[in-house]
């Protein structure tokens, strides 16, 4: 039987995540949850905080990386697709402000370092409020 029991702060170390919405959190392997993004008081946020959960500790990785803008990663966003597949987490959409997000990130957790996919296809259109899901290799949006 499987059950919930609320976490105390003496079962972790490092600093959780700070409550939000609209972010996304994914598990990685069997080690880490990578929790993206989201939307604290009207704020859009783009940080990356992970749990390991072998060790039982919260952190804040350093990510390197680029995109089309020179940016390091996604930009600031809530309600986007986020979808793991081995070390890899892939991010699309989401909403900032009043504008519909249509871009495509991976980041690898191996390394911590963002890469903006952009030769891929055609891209669906921008959306938010949407679901993907990972069948093995295989991504489905």
Known sequence: MHYWVRAASSDFTGTPPQPRSGHTAVNIGKSKVVVFGGLVDKKFLSDIVVYDIENKLWFQPECTGGGSD?????????FHIAVAIDC?????????GSKRLGDF???DTDIWQ??????L?????????????????????
């Open 88 to 96: 890899h987490m892939f991010i699309f959409g989401g909403h900032y």
């Open 105 to 107: 990130w991976v980041l």
């Open 114 to 119: 963002w890469s903006e996919l952009t030769s």
């Open 70 to 78: 020179d940016q390091v990663g996604p930009s600031p966003r809530a």
């Open 121 to 141: 296809g055609d891209l669906p259109s921008p959306r938010d409020f949407a679901a993907a899901s990972a069948i093995g290799n295989q991504k489905i949006v």
